[in-house]
């Protein structure tokens, strides 16, 4: 639920400011549970000592305005080719991925977003689309899931030597290759 949140903050966020973004969201908008939450359940009492009960992990379908689509890898490839394509040579393009990351713990270069239906995005899969915008056009990106410093690799083909920079590209990731983005204690 706190990814359908934070999705809706930047929904709201970009809606006040006038600016046009297309959100994909989990199963699009097929009506399929995409959000999983916490549900409430009352502590068990009748013994020597309350307890909380084990967690109850629930689903519903998110609830969000305005979705362009699903985060299902052939519908999601295809509809960020078609916008970053789209673009003229004034635009600018913003990405910000809300949602998990997974790790190749071989070569950390194969990183990947999670996405819909065991999908994977990798760094590279990324790359592609983001070569789909005319050239000069800024591509810049956010990336709050876990591992996801290998995305650097966006902008660099190699960040310890700078090699391969690409100058129309600028990201922010919130952790390393190799690093969980939030450790639960």
Known sequence: AQIESNVGWLQTLFRERGIEAGTYFGAGTSGEPDVAYLAKRPVLSGTAVERPAAPNVQYRPHQLPSVSGSTRKPELTAALRSDLAA?????????????????????????????????????????????????????????AQCYSGAFAGLVYDDPQTASGFQGNRCGFMSEAADRLAEVAE
């Open 87 to 143: 673009l003229s040579a004034d635009d600018e393009a913003l990405v910000i991925f809300n949602g998990h990351g997974g790790i190749d713990r071989a070569d950390t270069r194969n990183n990947y977003l999670k996405l819909w239906d065991d999908g994977r995005m990798t760094v590279s899969d990324l790359e592609a689309l983001f070569d789909a915008a005319p050239q000069g056009v800024p591509v810049r990106f956010v990336m």
